[in-house]
């Protein structure tokens, strides 16, 4: 190539990322890119909106004049208990427009603006190097707790946002550490019973509000605020949280009132916003409009999309056997297409705890599991016992007396759901069934 040639070139890029727009790499353009926030926890916070799933991210900030061209910078985390770092290159063309942001997705999709590996919730070290291996940003991460970022406040020092504000200023109230509000009480516990019953609550907040939902939903700053007591006279979930000025709002509370609930069986609860099942563009559990192919019919129910949910058990006589928050979705392969599915119930720090502490399986000696399925009779859409009496049998010539199995019914807020089969999913991935069949509408 000519010295006239190169010379063309070399104007013709410089022209190309003028007009672009983009900063060159200076070390004063570079000062102005920083990790802004990080939020680990997305429980509830925000879809990602590419895939529609809650995942962790990481946000840059650019408080530069002009935008800053980020294709080759890695993304460096070392997650915490580890000793070898995960490492992420931002793809070619990536920028981050002046005075603007800029959302990674920590979620090992590898692909885009999606990191090839996850974050932990126990904290690590997050670092954003530029392609030759310097250090633009870096945060080092403590425990975290769901939907609580970390980030910086305005001045600068690092704070905790119980209000993330991905691909925004962080305006909205700081906290030095995890100071949460009192949970609010329940007046009545939630449980079986045969009549009506009037709910109230309280808080040892000073000045606090109680705000609650009957629909399944998360409280949020816009729910009702409690003012008066609750009458409940049919089978209603009840989620409240406790908002009090120079607290992180509480962790949520649910409980579910089980009026006239058929007393033959064990009652599994899950209370979602009614969105994450039926909204045309997130729900999992419909048709919808954002689905993909799989057995040959396009729909909502084949994404691999987990929701956030509280889960409550209640055995026949009325006592709560497991109440925590979890992740759940869509279980199965063509049985997706069915008019009743089967769930996956996961369990993640994400949610809060890590396991299901009980005992379900009285033929096992184990007392927590991290995943449980929910399982609706497979292909047997009719008497729906065959999935439940072939395992059953199975254990008979081998000498093993069959697992017990004990009615319940699966419910979303408040439809019944159907006839819905907890059993254990193993480390490989396998299932064993072995507890609960019942009818269900």
């Not at 119980?162 to 691909?167: A, E, F, K, L, N």
């Not at 079986?192 to 998360?218: C, H, I, K, Q």
Request: glycine share 10%; net charge neutral.
């Amino acid at each position: 190539m000519s010295a006239r040639i190169r010379a063309l070139a070399i104007i013709m890029i410089l022209t190309t990322t003028l007009w672009l727009g983009l900063a060159p790499l200076t070390d004063a353009a570079l000062s102005d890119v920083v990790i802004n926030e990080v939020l680990i926890g997305n429980a509830t916070t925000n879809l990602d909106p590419t895939y529609a799933n809650y995942s962790a991210w990481i946000e840059l900030r650019n408080s530069g004049a002009e935008a800053i061209n980020l294709g080759g910078f890695r993304l460096v985390s070392l997650r915490e208990g580890r000793t070898t770092p995960d490492t992420y290159v931002l793809p070619s063309g990536t920028s981050i427009p002046a005075n603007g942001y800029l959302l990674i997705w920590a979620d090992e999709l590898n692909t885009g603006l999606h990191t090839p590996f996850e974050l932990d919730m126990d904290g690590g070290l997050i670092e954003l190097r530029t392609a030759g291996g310097d250090l633009v940003s870096g945060v080092t991460l403590t425990a975290q707790r769901p939907d609580v970022s970390y980030g910086r406040a305005p001045g600068g020092n690092w704070a905790y946002f119980d209000q993330p504000t991905p691909g925004a200023a962080n305006a909205t109230p700081a906290f030095a550490n995890f100071d949460f509000a009192a949970a609010p009480l329940f007046s009545v516990a939630g449980g079986r019973y045969n009549s009506a019953r009037t709910v109230a609550f309280t808080t040892t907040e000073p000045g606090g509000v109680v705000r609650y939902t009957v629909d399944g939903s998360r409280p949020t700053a816009s729910s009702a605020p409690y003012s008066s007591p609750i009458n409940v006279s049919a089978i209603t979930v009840i989620r409240a949280r406790t908002f009090a000025a120079g607290k992180m709002t509480s962790p949520t509370v649910s409980n579910t009132y089980l009026i006239n609930a058929p007393a033959s069986l064990t009652i599994i609860s899950l209370a979602t916003d009614p969105a994450h099942m039926f909204s045309d563009t997130i729900g999992i559990y419909v048709e919808g409009t954002n689905g993909v192919v799989k057995c040959s019919k396009r729909a909502n129910w084949n994404r691999p999309w987990e929701r956030p949910a509280s889960i409550e058990i209640y055995d026949t006589n009325g006592a709560r056997l497991v109440g925590q928050d979890i992740g759940f979705e869509i279980h199965g392969n063509c049985t997706r297409n069915l008019k009743q599915k089967s769930f996956e119930l996961k369990t993640r720090k994400v949610y809060g705890d890590n396991d299901f502490s009980y005992a379900f399986f009285s033929d096992k000696p184990l007392n927590s599991y991290r995943r449980l399925l929910l399982r609706a009779g497979g292909q047997d859409t009719k008497s729906l016992l065959r999935d439940v009496i072939g395992p059953a049998v199975a254990h008979r010539p081998h000498g093993h007396r069959p697992p017990g199995l004990s009615p319940g019914a699966g419910l979303h807020q408040r439809p019944v759901l159907g006839h819905l089969r907890p059993a254990r999913e193993d480390g490989r991935g396998l299932c064993r069934e072995h507890l609960w069949a019942g009818r269900g509408d």
